[in-house]
């Protein structure tokens, strides 16, 4: 089994943040195990809510009264929060969205547009999750450039040698994960960056799952872009981040129009936009949502990130040693650099079969194809059962889950 002890992690103190985990389904205590999914939320975070809409509900920037104030404060000192957990230059390449895939879009939309034309290329990964693919095929389509696909091996891991060789002197950009979501792989952004940048080229890195589990520095990377959502980490939905190089937002195009983003607006002369990263927030953003993630960026600090992530690589560990013993469980994604994520399919039970039985046992894991077809695909598989880990998560958590998995199959064949 492997060894917790050494790790300074609390988890029962973690565990007691978190009010969801004290519920039952169907009986049986709560195994959450869908993490990579959506994370659960402190009871911290939760709490801001009730502050906000009972205290200082106001709408932002706008207002010279105290609440719109008070408001505005919050949310602009969460932008400050998500500049430090990034290590970003400054506070003005931080851009709020609805998650990652809104700031995938606005990248795509933004930059994409700008610059793209027939002939271009987009380097986009086959671990890809579909919010970093489709946005960039809506706009092959229309634009007619194309896109090259970064092969994997048979452990999930991209083939660095063939990324190398992709390039062209029409290699305009890279989109690739810095974790895997149906995986777990870990890619080596950092050096995929230079060589991106050694060609020209731009490189867009969807943090998503790497935002919670690992200390990130967008400026050691070298991203150009990078986005997360809040969900994922802890935080609430409906509030993520893009981060982009100060020089790319300057140059970029808005992508919506309405309030906020503007200067000045007339029907006689051009309309002008505001400074970024206001540029690229048009309209009323979720302002509690958005202060909440930056409560849950500090919980995570709090606890810190370099812990969490030692703290779920052995859950990892023990729950891979774990199902080795169901006979004919095939684990999808062996890289030797993975954060807390178990993909398996398991020979004679269907994935979904599988799902469905283990939550009647409280255990909540993932099925299906993870937003992944193309990677799935290519492993010949349609859907595997995913098991991810969170901080609050225990040993004894992945012995229920790997002994309820034992049954659950045993029942199927
Ligand atoms: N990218 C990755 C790697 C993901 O895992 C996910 C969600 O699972 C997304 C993007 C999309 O995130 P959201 O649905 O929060 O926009």
């Known amino acids: 089994m492997a060894n917790f002890s050494d790790l300074l992690l609390d988890v029962c103190r973690v565990r007691r943040d978190f009010p969801i985990l004290d519920r039952e389904v169907h009986g049986k205590p709560l195994v959450y195990l869908d993490n990579a999914a959506t994370s659960q939320t402190p009871r911290q975070v939760i709490e801001v809510f009730d502050d906000y809409y009972g205290r200082y509900n106001a709408n932002i920037h706008r207002g010279l009264h105290t609440l719109a ?31 990652t895939t809104e700031a995938i879009n606005l990248v795509v939309n933004a930059w994409g547009r700008a610059n793209l034309g027939p002939g271009d290329e987009v380097l986009v990964s086959r671990l890809e999750h579909h919010s ?16 090259k696909v970064i092969p994997v091996d048979e452990r999930g891991v ?11 002197e029409r290699t305009r950009l890279v989109a ?4 895997s979501n149906a995986f777990g792989t870990r890619n080596p952004v950092a050096e995929m960056a230079r060589v991106a940048h050694e060609h020209g080229a731009r ?5 998503a799952q790497a935002a919670p589990h690992q200390t990130l520095d967008v400026r050691a990377i070298d991203a150009d872009f990078y ?15 893009l981060y982009g190089k100060a020089e790319l937002l300057e140059a970029m195009p808005p992508w919506q129009g309405g309030g906020e983003m503007i200067k000045t607006v007339s029907f006689e002369a051009p309309t002008t936009f505001a400074d970024i990263p206001h540029k690229f927030e048009a309209g009323t953003p979720a302002i509690a949502e958005v202060i909440a993630l930056g409560r849950a960026l500090e919980w995570v600090s709090e606890i810190g990130l370099e812990l969490i992530g030692a703290w779920e690589g052995r859950l990892l560990e023990h729950a891979t040693e774990g199902v080795q013993r169901i006979e004919g469980l095939r684990i999808l994604g062996t890289a030797p650099d993975k954060v807390g994520v178990l993909s398996f399919v398991v020979d004679g039970a269907h994935a979904q079969d599988i799902g469905l039985l283990i939550d009647q ?18 492993f010949g598989v349609d859907a595997t059962c995913r098991a991810s ?3 609050y998560n225990t040993p004894e958590e992945v012995d229920v889950f790997v002994d309820g998995l034992e049954r659950v199959v045993a029942m199927l064949r």
């Open 203 to 207: 490189i867009l890195v969807d943090g």
């Open 158 to 168: 991209l083939d660095q040698a063939a990324y190398r060789d992709l390039f062209t």
């Open 389 to 391: 880990f969170a901080a």
């Open 176 to 179: 690739v994960n810095h974790v």
């Open 132 to 147: 970093n693919i489709v946005p960039w095929q809506l706009l092959a389509r229309e634009l007619g450039f194309t896109i």
């Open 361 to 378: 046992l409280g255990v909540a894991i993932r099925t299906g194809h993870h937003c992944a077809q193309p990677l799935l695909s290519s």
């Open 69 to 99: 104030d008070e408001a505005t404060a919050a949310f602009e000192g969460t932008r400050e929060t998500v500049r430090a957990f990034l290590n970003a230059a400054e506070t003005r390449e931080i851009v709020f969205t609805r998650g």
């Open 227 to 241: 986005t997360f959502s809040g969900h994922k980490a802890y935080g609430p939905t409906g509030a993520g981040v």
